[in-house]
């Protein structure tokens, strides 16, 4: 990096929220599959343990040395039902040994308590979705996911019923820890396979054994950017200084994971250029889109500038390494972002908004806190548009709905951290049980039939 550069980079950490928001090892545990569920969960201790004890110090050192703030040191695992299918028990035993892991090494999270059903069940993963609730519950570090339809297999419509029990479940297993279960489970459509954010990472069958991933975030960077560009700049300026920006920040990613690569002795994997944002004032992807022109983030124009955002974020950061991968994007969480805090209290932000949102960003309804009556039909049907919408378009979509029990429209629910705050909003409570019933499954899309 030239000398401007460095200094540039300096200013985006000191200034503009600039930080890497994970580093994750990616881990296989296919090796770890056993008959007997204890000896299978030992074998996942040992192998984790391994692999990632100098994950944490690893990770400090990077920040101490390039003055980066790395905030997450995070593990991604094979998705347990498959260990489930060959072991038997209570799968519940595999989310305690995960939590160990966890505590022992002093990660953040670990993700991968998962299950991949877009064409149906296999051995093992009804039992792992029937265990959720009581998993996350028992845990603090444990993350879940379940993907339940793609492209190429259409929706698993059984998938969808089931899921939408699971995450009220979850919910009301957690009502006095803040409802925090919902929280760390995710359900998709079209799943990736090499994800570093939480809660939805799992290690992807076609990935090595044990790799490395960067997960960058900079909105605030972005941002800035924007906010002292000139006001009159047409739009396909606008979007190449979003590229440039975006250039910069994927650069010390690249930095980061190569440093990290060679010191743990494990593959490079990807970097997920994500504008995550977080609670903290001026990092927030609602404050971009407003410094780009919408007077209100779920205004008007919203989900085109969003559409654009996510296109210049995704270009820039090819351009500025091979490594490129997961969920790169624009992320709408609501409760993790200031500004759609501030556009959902006001009623300018609807989930009807939102939905119309996740056909552009780079995943979908993402730390949305929902009246706790909602029923498991309702979160279904959410599941299940969110799901066409991915399926459709070709695009990772995702569901993270959280219903704050006891609580109603107005009320607020605070997660503390990462997670953030945020108002409960109002949903649709009309009831789909006759859709949902059916079951069976939503065909492919006629475009991935003739793929």
């Known amino acids: 990096m030239h000398d401007n550069e460095i ?3 300096i200013k985006m950490i000191d200034e ?13 545990l296919i090796d770890c599959m056993d008959p007997d569920i204890h000896v299978s969960c030992q074998k996942v201790e040992e192998k984790i343990c391994r692999l990632a004890k100098d994950l944490v110090s690893t990770a400090n050192t990077i920040e101490k040395t390039y003055g980066i703030p790395i905030v997450n040191k995070r593990i991604s695992v094979t998705p347990i039902s498959m260990l489930v299918g060959v072991s038997g028990g209570n799968p519940v035993e595999y989310a305690l040994t995960l939590e160990k892991c966890a505590q022992k090494l002093g990660v953040d999270f670990i993700g991968g308590y998962s299950a991949l059903v877009q064409k149906g069940y296999a051995a093992g993963d009804e039992a792992l979705i029937d265990s959720i609730p009581e998993a996350l519950a028992k845990t603090q570090h444990v993350c879940s996911s379940v993907n339940i339809g793609s492209t190429k297999a259409g929706i698993n419509m059984d998938a969808v019923k089931k899921m939408g029990t699971i995450v009220k479940q979850c919910s009301e297993w957690t009502k006095d820890d803040n409802c925090l279960g919902a929280a760390k489970l995710v359900i998709f459509c079209n799943a990736v396979e090499d994800n570093p954010f939480m809660a939805g990472a799992f290690h992807g069958v076609g990935e090595p054994d044990c790799e490395i991933h960067v997960g960058v975030s900079g909105p605030g960077v972005v941002r800035a950017a924007l906010a002292k560009a000139d006001k ?3 739009m396909d300026e606008v979007a190449d200084l979003i590229k440039r920006t975006a250039f910069k920040i994927t650069r010390m990613g690249q930095l980061v994971g190569t440093v990290a690569s060679k010191a743990l002795g494990v593959p490079f994997g990807i970097v997920d250029l994500s504008l995550a944002p977080t609670p903290a004032v001026g990092d927030s992807v609602a404050h971009i889109l407003e410094e780009i022109g919408v007077s209100t983030c779920g205004g008007y124009g919203t989900t085109a500038a969003l559409a ?3 296109d210049a974020v995704k270009k820039g950061g090819v351009m500025a390494t091979g490594h490129v991968g997961g969920l790169s994007g624009a992320f709408i969480p609501v409760s993790e972002d200031a500004g759609m805090i501030d556009a959902a ?3 300018v932000l609807k989930l009807e908004k939102l939905e119309a949102m996740t056909a552009v960003c780079s995943v979908g309804l993402d ?3 929902l009246p706790g009556d909602t029923s498991a039909s309702v979160i279904s049907g959410i599941i299940a548009d969110e799901a066409a919408i991915g399926m459709v378009n070709t695009k990772t979509t995702a569901v993270r709905v959280i219903p704050a029990i006891g609580k109603d429209v107005g009320d607020e629910l605070n997660f503390g951290g990462l997670l953030g705050a945020g108002p409960v909003m109002p949903v649709n409570q009309t009831e789909n049980d006759i859709m949902i019933q059916r079951g069976g499954r939503i065909p492919a899309p006629l475009q991935a039939l003739k793929n």
């Open 7 to 9: 200094l540039q980079t």
């Open 16 to 28: 503009e929220t600039l930080d890497i928001r994970t580093i994750t090892m990616g881990i296989s």
């Open 232 to 234: 009159n700049l047409p």
């Open 308 to 310: 654009m955002l996510n």
């Open 345 to 347: 209290r006001s009623g």
């Open 367 to 369: 730390m949305i806190i």
